[in-house]
């Protein structure tokens, strides 16, 4: 059965017939000025016909695709069929000449959707020739994954009865040794009651015999028997011999709880190891520029669906806290994606630890109240070492190089950029105003900054830094506030407070641009929009801030807080 084009899915594989009245044979073009599906021959015809032969006839794939006819509100005689660029509207021929487009640019509503149809197959074309079969191959692997998971577990349980039955043989062994013991200290016991037993038999026979002498003592009945009894000098009877009770034994019963029998017969854990993403093949027809990566991919996908679903909740909730030791302080704190923070106090120990409060690393440092070290996309450590005039590097093998010289300057602040890698550092060097230095993240100086457009100096002593999501630079100083400038290092604005006295210390931004800063004068927390706009003391002294300095966001978008004289760190939830 023939199928028209208005009755077929767009790309289906069907038998599109000549539109041409009275032909039936097979539609190989098309006429985007008819909008009519043609044969070889039709076209040929058509082409010779003085009224079309200016048409323009194209291969059926190559069609124009036709838009819905739809007449004009304004204008109900008039079809529409223009788009005026200004207003960005679509409109009648006749919509062109009144007073609301008058000097407006239009195009043919037809070109539009003509461009937009083929950006559209472009897509198509992606999804079928590329990310529906990576898809499949996905599903494929994930199945497999199912089977081996279902023979690993199968295999666990396998070894955990085996286990038990061991278990269950070896206290059965136990067992009968114990009652084997048993029963020889019954036996033993039971030997010596006998024996006693007999003894006691015996005396008695003694004393059963003395009585019967005794009696016949007692009466006579011959002369010699009386003369027996008055020869004998004293009558004495044997004592009763001395028996002993037996000490039996006693049964201890075992201590043993469900932990320790758990001890016994083995534990399953799952390793604290970061899941391995699944290997997803490059789309190599795509050109570089419309072919992102697998990863900003993911990124932008992870920001557009945060900005629509976050926003500021209406109270802060502590979720956790979490205690650093190797310090007297929390200055500053690094996260990093791997579950491992990086923390420093005012003494120059900085520290690594996990989640659960074990200490990885420690070094010495030449850093005091400053945000001197900051994680990289790698998972690296880079931190300043002011006293040496260098930036060093710390690998994931615990390995310490050397990255960047300073020459002059002492380097007090760093932080690496998550959106292109770049480490932006704050400087200070005697006799000259305070800089921010762009690194690559190569180590390749790219900028200076450290003047606004009327010359003046910028910076007194730029002791944190961050970067906000439009590429702001942002730094808390002790003597400016906050100053903030855009990536091209034009100054936008800065932030002295909301009193006479600001003392701002760590300083971070969120997914939604806000910029947190800590202000160490009042114990707070001062929350900011991305144009400076201050929004609210997110915390105070009232929910138990004490000398903050140090705040960052994780992933989750919560907010972490260190402070000063204590090493614990505190998580607080503030999104929702």
Known sequence: ?????????????????CGTEDCEKNCQFYCNDCHQQMCEQCRDEHQKNKKTRNHEVVHYKQRKRR??????????????????????IPICSKCTATKEHRGHVFTDLEIVFAEKVSQYQEEIDKIRNYFEPVSQEVKIEIAGDVTEIKKIMEDIRTAMKAEAEYLKRMVDTVTSDNIEQVNKIEQSLLQTLNSQNQEIDDYINYLNDLIQTYYGYLS??????????LKSKSLKIRRVPETSKPVPPVFTAGQHSKEDVAKLLGKITVPNTKAENRKIKPMETASTQLKPTGKQRKQDRE?????????????????????????????????????????SDYIGNLVQTDLKGYQLQKIQTSGRDEGYHTVTHDEDLIYT??????????????????????????????????INGDILVGMIKDGKPSKVTRYNKTGSEIQNIQRDN???????????????????????DHYSGVVVVDKSGQHRFSYTGQGSWFRPYGICTDVLGH????????????LLDQDGQFLSLLLTEQQGLKYP??????????????????NTVTVYKYLQ
């Open 303 to 343: 920001k557009s669906d945060v900005k629509q679903t976050l926003s500021l909740s209406s109270s802060v909730t502590k979720v956790r806290e979490y205690t650093v030791p190797g310090v007297c302080s929390v200055y500053h704190i690094s996260l990093g994606k791997s579950g491992r923070l990086w923390v």
């Open 385 to 418: 070492d002011k006293v040496n005039k260098v930036i060093n590097r710390i690998t994931p093998d615990i390995s310490i190089t050397e990255f960047i010289k300073t020459g002059d300057w002492e380097s007090l602040s760093i932080h690496s950029s998550h």
């Open 220 to 229: 006579p009945s011959k002369i010699e028997n009386l003369t027996s009894s």
């Open 549 to 566: 300095y140090s705040v960052c966001v994780d992933d989750e978008n919560n907010l972490w807080v260190g402070q000063y004289e204590t």
């Open 454 to 476: 009327k010359g003046q100096t910028l910076y007194g002593t730029p002791h944190y830094i961050t970067e906000n999501i439009n590429g702001d630079v942002c730094v808390s």
């Open 515 to 526: 910029i947190l800063v800590c202000d160490t004068y009042s114990d707070t927390v001062h």
């Open 1 to 17: 059965m023939a199928l028209s084009e208005s009755h077929a899915p767009p790309d289906a594989q069907h038998y599109l017939v």
């Open 67 to 88: 838009i819905p006819v739809e007449k004009c509100k304004s204008h109900p005689t008039k079809d529409i069929e223009l788009i005026c660029e200004e207003c960005q």
